[in-house]
Each structure stands twice: as C-alpha cells, then as structure tokens.
C-alpha cells in the first residue's frame, strides 16, 4: 500500500510543476558500479542488492528545496554496457551535470573513469559540471581503490570528488546536492558573464552618451 | 591517447549507428517507455515555460506602454516618470543601458543593480534554463537547426517506425506494488502511468514539436543517426515556431537569399489563392530595438522573446460598391489561432485598417468571440474613392482581448486591394490568408527613422516596349519611379537598390543615393516574357559609419503576374503601386 501511495506520489512529482527551475542530471559509468541503485537511494529512498542491468535509459525526478528555490531534477540513469553507448551518449548533450561513478571494489571501473570524462568532454557542453563519485564504500573489505587514488584522479581531472554508499545511505544526498549547487554557481558565473554582451547588444543608446566607445572598437 | 579517443569516437559513429532496429522488441518497449514519459515531462515544462514567457511579455508591455515620444533622456525607460536634469536624474542601467529612475530597480549588492526588465529577463533565463542552451549553442553550432529536435523526439520516432505496438502510446503498465528496488526484465518494475497522464500526452504530442526547444535538447548529429526523419520535420517545422524558435532562428541573419526563399515559399501559397502579400519572415518585433544597430544579436535572449508565437489564418474578403464608392471588407473567421496560455480560453478579435493612414483614419474592429477558431462575419464599409483602390493596403491584425489589462497580439496581415482586381467585379470574394508575426515597433533610438509601424512606398511603374528593336520584338523597359522618397528620412548615407529578380537566376540591380527632394527612378531593360516572371525588390540599405559593411534597412517586393499584366496591358501609362517595406532585422551586412 505504502509503496502504491509512493508511485502516485512520484507521478504527481513529474507533473507538478510548482518550481523554479529545472536541472538534468546524467549519471555515468562502467556496468555494474551501482548508478542504479544510487538513483533509487536518492529518489526513493530504496535498495536492493540484486543486480538489473539497466536497458538503455531511465530517469526519475526529484524536485527538492535548496538555496531558497524548489529545483526540480531530472536525472537520467544510463546504462554501463557499451552496447547501449550510442543512446546514452545522445542525453550528453542536454545535461547541466554529471555523476561519474566507480565501484571502489572494482579496478577496472575505475581505470574508465579517464575514458568517462573524455566522453563527457566530446558530447557535451564546454561548462559541464562533473562529480567524481566511488561507490560501494560500504565494502571496506574488498576495497581496491584507495579513496586517495579516487581524490587524485578527481584533482587531475578537475572534478569534485565523494566516496558514497548507495546501500549504507553514505553520501547520497550530499552528492546530489553539491552537483545542484556547483550547476547554480555556472548558472549565475554564464549569466553575469553573459551581461557585458548584452550590453554590448544594446549600445544603440549608449551610442550618445559615450561616442567613445565605438572608436575604441575601430582602433584595431 | 589522442589516436585512442577518435578510434573510440569512430567506433560510435560507424560501427554502433544509432539504429535501434538493434535492439530486441523487449528493449525496444521498455525504452519508448522512458522516452513517452521523457515527452510528457518536456510538454509539462513547455508549458511552463509558455506561461512564464507570457507573464515577462506582460512586465514588457508595462514598461514599453507608453513610449511614443522619441527615446528621451530624461524619463525612466520603465515607469516613464520624467526626470530630473540634476536632481533625482536617474541611472543608466547596466543591462540595457536606458536610463532608469530609483524605483524601476533591483538591487543585487551594494554597487550592483539591474532595473526591473532586466532583472525579468535574467530570472527568466533562469527558470527556462535559457542560460545552458545559451551556454550549449556557443559548443554546438548546429544547434540551431536541430535545436527543436530533441533526442528523444528523434528516437520516439524512429521507434515509430520500427515497432509496430508503438503507433500508439505505449499502455500504461498495470499499477502494481513495487515493493523497494526490484528490477526485472519485464517492465512492472518501471513507474506506472496513470490514465490522465497518457491522454495528455496525446492531446498535447501534437504541441510538443513546437515548443520543445526545452532544456533538453539533446540533438544529436544527423548522421548520427540512421533512421530518417527528414520527411516528419520538415512538416513540422512548417508550422509556426515558438518564440523560442524564433529567437533561435535570429540567431542566424536572414540574408538576402534566405529572404527570397521565403518570398518564394509565399508565392506558392499566392498561387493557390489568388493573394500576394509580402510579408516575408524577416521582421522580429523586440524588446530593444537596437539590433538594428548590431550586427550579431545576442543569443536569442533580447531578440524575438516577446514575439508569441503566431499561427493561423483569416478569411478575408473584398468587395467594391461602385455605387456609393464604398470599400466592402468582411472579416469572416480566423482559424487555428496561438494563444500563449494554453489554460486560459482565447478571446480574439479582429481590427481592420485602411492604410496609408495619411488617407484613411477609420478604424474598424470586430466583436470579441471565443476560441482558437471564431467566426466573425462582419462587414465593414469605408468610402474610398475607386482611384485609391490600387494605392491603399489593408491592414488586419488579430488580436486577444484581456478586458482592462492590456491586450495580446495574435497575428496581423497585410492585404494590397490591388491585387484583388476589386474595380471589375462588385462581388465578394474570400480568400485565407497566413497571419505574421508583427511588423517592428518604433520604440527606442530609431523613433525618428521610422516614424509608423510600417512603411509604405508609393511607386510608379511603367512598361515601354520598344517597337524598333525588330529583333528580340517583345524587349522592353521597366521604369520605377519612387514618389515619396521623402518618407525615409534617413542618413545621409542610404541608398535605394532596385534589384529585378528574372527567370533563370538572372538579376538587374540598380543602385541611387537618396536624395530628399527628388522623386527617385531607375529602369531596367526587360523583355515582355521575362518579366512576367520577375520579381523586383526595392532595398534600402545604409552605409555604415564605423564599418565598411552596409547594412539592409527595410526592403519591398514586387511580384505576381497580376501586378505586371496591369503594365503590359497598357504600356506607356504610369501605374501606382503601394509597397510595404518591411523592417528587417539588420543582421543583413555587405562590404
């Protein structure tokens, strides 16, 4: 019953459209390092240990408060088989962020990352926002990336860097919130960057008030 | 690495084509799945997006109300409270540069404020998401084009075309109880639809197209891509564009050829009914009118934004009452009419003018009806003289009436009564004719250069056939004599260019300084044949001050043979033309 009330809840989420404004997030990685899961621990606060390989692509939205502004959140879950590559990296383009995700358990994910960012690089626009997430911290035992080696690929690659749990509620929540906050900070950064040229759009008038400044423009 | 990554890069492209035939039909469902839910969501936020359009264009109009003087100096851009000369003088805003009283402003920091327009648009930029694809157009420079495709639009039919199940929207999965995280290969698992959410994915798919230049424009390469979709676009992208489109399309200069496209584009539509109008897609109603001055206008932001998106035809139709010398207009319906707030019901009417207004003052305006589709069927009669006919233009705007608030433009066309041979036949005959968007506004610095909202040019034309020249028999000469060159008070440094459009891509291009007094004349050597398929086009164009680029002002055109069969009938006789000269959006440079 409860998760029945949950499914309408999160439909009437999609639909409502009571917010400010509406960020996309992309979440990428090797198969199996957990972006799944670490989807449904945000939206709905649910996990399960078994493992479903994601057919193409998938999104849930999530709209939450922050900074004084409901923000709505789409984030497109995208499948880790390459077979699926082409779809996902088609949704590159359209997002403000992304989550880079490796499995600390796994080498090999993590060794794709350098191969992520690349793609990220290639397909989408020039001011995207990555974080660097290494999940399954919760396995400590079987740990084969050291959360430094995690940190200083995140430096060299100029990426915010998180070590979370998607099954332990480790870091979830924080991730997704230092993303929104680090797309805001872009948004307002191309915003004030942007208002020179307009003003420069708009000189018709300023024409008569400052005649030097299309001699300053032909002085070449 | 580098060899590494483009190996990786063309493993994409040529190995793995975006082909979705690859996938099994089990896949195949359970992504069209994502993606119609993908589409709802975008439709949603269309809609928002509409609406919060339609509210920045209400705070536009505030401010924009009342300006009619030339832009002055000393009154708020805004609110228009004069101001003083050193007292309460008011500031220059930084991002429009007007000046703007005290009160019109938004503060942001100690030193930093806006005035209350720009503030608009930059809240509106934020909650569009505008800024990305602002951000995404400066990588992506097809984006323009595809930028109303979104990826999941190109895969939604794609999908269309491969699975036979999904012609329709896919049914909702049944609404079971997913108990925490259980994937599985049957779609269960995936979020339910419920029932209203499909249909309004119907109702509204056929919207969606329009506007879903939304945050997510995933487009991706054509060549990306092996389904063809080229057939459903190119019909979709025939209707009319969002302002958003629109805005986007600006982007892009208009050039000449672009210009004659459309010119060309429209005389089929002439053919078919008999109507020639030339209201070419050039010109943007804005928010600043000072594009005109630039070269590139910014991306889109200041650009078309307040121009609503504008659909829809009107059935107009003509008649002349010889006996009592009266003009006969009846507005009879419009059809498929835009509205910008889809939740509220349009209440248009229709207003009627006789133009130039330097001869005709009455204006005329039908009753309010309701809906996208109103049938007005009413008639209007003005006394104008039977000479007059050939030289006056109808003006017919449709508009949505918002009782006290300000009202809505929907659309407006122009309609020249000569080519409606209206002195033969008394009988009325109807024709639908588009409505476009609206021609420019004088607001702001070029007050004085264009002093109504569109400028007629009287012209005289005249087809001498030269009998001597045995040879060619049928060669000739077409003068045009422009009468009131008076009227484009402009630099001293424009010109007039008359360029005769001929069969066979062949062009006569004629070149004279505007001088004041004069009337203005050029002439073309043509044959009877050929110009029976010409068109010409009348340019002004402006020698630029700080550029050796000239830059295109407004330009006309003549076409259609029932203009020039009224100069063969009678060759050697002056024949009175009227010529809207549209505004164009001056990003039409040369050097």
């Known amino acids: 019953m409860a998760s029945a009330t ?103 994910s993590f060794s794709a990352v350098q191969d992520w960012s690349t793609q990220i690089k290639t397909y989408s626009w020039d001011n995207a926002q990555v974080l660097l997430v290494g999940n399954k911290c919760d396995m400590e035992d079987e740990r084969v990336v050291a959360a430094d080696r995690g940190r200083q690929l995140s430096e060299h690659l100029g990426f915010e860097y998180f070590e979370a749990s998607a099954k332990d509620n480790i870091n979830v929540k924080q991730t997704f919130e230092r993303l929104v906050d680090i797309i805001c900070e872009k948004m307002s950064e191309s915003l004030d960057a942007a208002d020179p040229a307009v003003t420069g759009a708009k000189q018709g008038p300023q024409l008569t008030e400052q005649p030097a400044a299309p001699h300053q423009d032909c002085a070449c | 690495m580098k060899l590494e990554e483009e190996s990786w890069e063309n493993r994409h492209y040529q190995l793995c084509p975006m082909d979705l035939g690859l996938f099994q039909a089990l896949e195949r469902e359970r992504v069209l799945e994502v993606l119609q839910r993908d589409k709802a969501l975008r439709t949603i936020e269309a809609d928002r997006i509409r609406r919060l359009k339609v509210e920045l264009q209400g705070i536009y109009h505030q401010g924009a109300k009342t300006i009619t003087r030339p832009y002055g100096q000393r009154s708020c851009a805004r609110c228009q409270r004069p101001l003083g000369k050193f007292w309460d003088c008011g500031s220059v805003c930084c991002g429009c540069s007007h000046r703007i009283c005290s009160r019109c402003r938004v503060v942001r920091s100690a030193i930093e404020w806006k005035c209350t327009m720009c503030h608009a648009f930059r809240e509106f930029k934020i909650k569009s ?45 049944p609404f079971k109880e997913v108990k925490s995280f259980n994937k599985s290969e049957e779609p269960k698992t995936s979020k339910p639809f419920t029932k209203s959410m499909e249909n309004l994915m119907m109702s509204v798919s056929a919207h969606i197209r329009k506007l879903s230049k939304s945050q997510n424009d995933l487009s991706v390469e054509a060549g990306q891509l092996t389904v063809n979709y080229g057939r459903l676009n190119s019909r979709r992208k025939s209707l009319s564009e969002g302002a958003l489109d629109r805005a986007c399309n600006l982007c892009k200069a208009p050039s000449l050829p672009d210009l004659s496209q459309n010119a060309k584009s429209s005389e089929q539509y002439a053919s078919s009914s008999s109507v020639y109008l030339t209201d070419d897609d050039v010109s943007y109603t804005s928010a600043y009118s000072d594009e005109h001055r630039d070269s590139n206008s910014s991306t889109g932001m200041d650009c078309g934004f307040f121009e609503n998106s504008v659909t829809g035809e009107i059935e107009v139709a003509f008649g002349y009452n010889n006996r009592t010398s009266c003009l006969e207009i009846t507005i009879k319906a419009c059809r498929n009419l835009m509205f910008g707030d889809m939740r509220k019901k349009c209440h248009p009417y229709v207003k009627v003018r006789l133009l130039p207004k330097k001869y005709h003052n009455n204006k005329m305006k039908t009753a309010v009806r309701r809906g996208n589709n109103p049938v007005y069927n009413e008639t209007f009669t003005c006394a104008l003289e039977r000479e007059q006919l050939v030289s006056s233009v109808v003006k017919v705007s449709v508009w949505h009436s918002r009782g006290l608030k300000r009202k809505l433009f929907l659309g407006e066309t122009f309609l020249r009564l000569a080519d409606f041979s209206l002195e033969k036949t008394h ?139 009224r100069l063969q009938q009678s060759p050697g006789e002056w024949h009175d033309f009227v010529l809207p000269l549209h505004a164009t959006v001056s990003t039409n440079m040369r050097s």
């Open chain 1, 6 to 108: 949950d499914n309408r809840y999160g439909q009437k989420e999609s639909s409502d459209q009571n917010f400010d404004y509406m960020f996309k997030i992309l979440i990428i990685g090797n198969s199996s390092v957990g972006k799944t899961s670490f989807l449904f621990r945000y939206a709905d606060d649910s996990f399960t240990p078994a493992f479903v390989s994601t057919v193409g692509i998938d999104f849930k939205v999530k709209t939450i408060y922050r900074n004084d502004k409901r923000i709505k959140l789409q984030i497109w879950d995208t499948a880790g088989q390459e077979r699926y590559r082409t779809i996902t990296t088609a949704y590159y383009r359209g997002a403000m962020g992304f989550i880079l995700m490796y499995d600390i358990t796994n080498e090999e």
């Open chain 2, 129 to 173: 998401g505008d800024w990305f694809l602002e951000q995404q157009a400066k990588k992506y420079t097809d984006i323009k084009e595809n930028g109303h495709e979104t990826t999941g639009d190109k895969l939604l039919q794609s999908y269309q075309r491969l699975s036979f199940i999904a012609v329709v929207p896919p049914t909702p999965p």
């Open chain 2, 427 to 565: 009988t009325q005959r109807s024709v639908w004719n588009t409505l476009g968007p609206k021609q420019r506004h004088s607001l702001g610095g070029d007050v004085e250069l264009f002093p109504s909202d569109l400028l007629l040019l009287n012209a005289q034309l005249q087809f001498l056939t030269h009998t001597d020249d045995t040879l060619t028999g049928s060669a000739g000469q077409l003068k045009v004599v422009i009468t009131d060159v008076w009227k484009l008070s402009v630099s001293k440094t424009a010109y007039i260019e008359g360029v005769l459009h001929l069969p066979g891509e062949r062009e006569l291009v004629q070149r004279t300084a505007l001088k004041k007094t004069d009337a203005l004349q050029m002439s073309f050597r043509v044959s009877l044949q050929e110009l029976q398929q010409a068109n010409l086009q009348i340019n002004l164009w402006e020698k630029h001050t700080f550029s050796l680029a000239d830059r295109l002002l407004r330009s006309a055109r003549l076409a259609g043979e029932s203009s020039w069969q």
